[in-house]
């Protein structure tokens, strides 16, 4: 149980598009999703929390407006980059919580900006 | 102000060996203490913790939470290469949904 898939796995997008990524949970509802970000041989960065239903809460030094973040259900949450630079090149990852106290990982998203 | 604190950051043994890592946090409203192994990609979960005391165990690891004096600690016995990750240490606390935060995790290399 407690599955959380991630698509797509890998994308290559040009410098000024947008691309958008997926979270499910696929077993569970999952009221609070949380995206994160890797950076080569760091631990992970926290994005954003993400509640049903409600605007995402955005970490500090996380551009809202380039990171839109939705939750529409209890089960999906997307993340989208907009006008995307290389500088956004990163492995990003969901994780999904039902009740707060425990997290399940998706299993990541890489993204390359050419 | 929250943190978590992994020791050691990195640790290199042979097979067979036994390892400890540790990780001590400060947090308000401390809901979990959970422990990831993250390899290649997206980290995958290990064990969580909410009760003083109680050893979670699977296979050759297991864990066990101290809510007296605020830490945690995770052992590996009879290591093997396959071993090889960063372990991470990660705290939900707070609120109705909760927050989490990650310690920095401890990179485990095991040696032939």
């Known amino acids: 149980g407690a599955v959380v898939s991630q698509h797509p796995s890998r994308v290559i997008c040009k410098s000024g598009t947008s691309v958008k990524i997926e979270c499910r949970s696929l077993?569970?509802?999952?009221?609070?999703m949380f995206w994160y970000r890797q950076f080569p041989k760091k631990s992970l960065m926290l994005m954003a929390t993400?509640?049903?239903?409600?605007?995402?809460?955005?970490e500090q030094g996380v551009e809202k407006d380039k990171f839109l973040i939705n939750h529409a259900s209890l089960t999906l949450s997307t993340l989208t980059v907009t006008s995307a630079h290389p500088e956004d090149s990163s492995f990003y990852i969901c994780?999904?919580?039902?009740?707060?106290?425990?997290?399940?990982f998706g299993p990541g998203t890489r993204l390359t900006v050419t | 102000e929250d943190k978590v604190v992994q020791s050691p950051l990195s640790l290199v043994v042979h097979e067979g060996d036994t390892v400890t890592l540790n990780c001590s946090y400060e947090?308000?409203?401390?809901?979990?203490l959970l422990w990831y192994k993250q390899e290649k990609k997206a980290p995958t979960f290990l064990f969580m913790l909410?009760?003083?005391?109680i050893e979670k165990k699977s296979g050759r690891l297991s864990s066990i939470l101290d809510k007296k004096e605020l830490f945690s600690i995770l052992n590996i016995t009879a290591t093997q290469t396959g071993d090889s990750a960063v372990y991470l240490c990660?705290?939900?606390?707070?609120?109705?949904?909760?927050?989490?935060?990650f310690g920095k995790g401890t990179k485990l290399s095991v040696k032939p």
């Open positions: 994780s999904a919580s039902a009740t707060g106290y425990e997290q399940y």
């Open positions: 077993d569970f509802q999952a009221t609070t």
């Open positions: 993400s509640n049903e239903g409600s605007k995402a809460t955005y």
């Open positions: 947090v308000t409203n401390f809901r979990s």
């Open positions: 909410t009760s003083s005391g």
């Open positions: 990660a705290l939900t606390y707070g609120g109705s949904q909760g927050n989490l935060i």
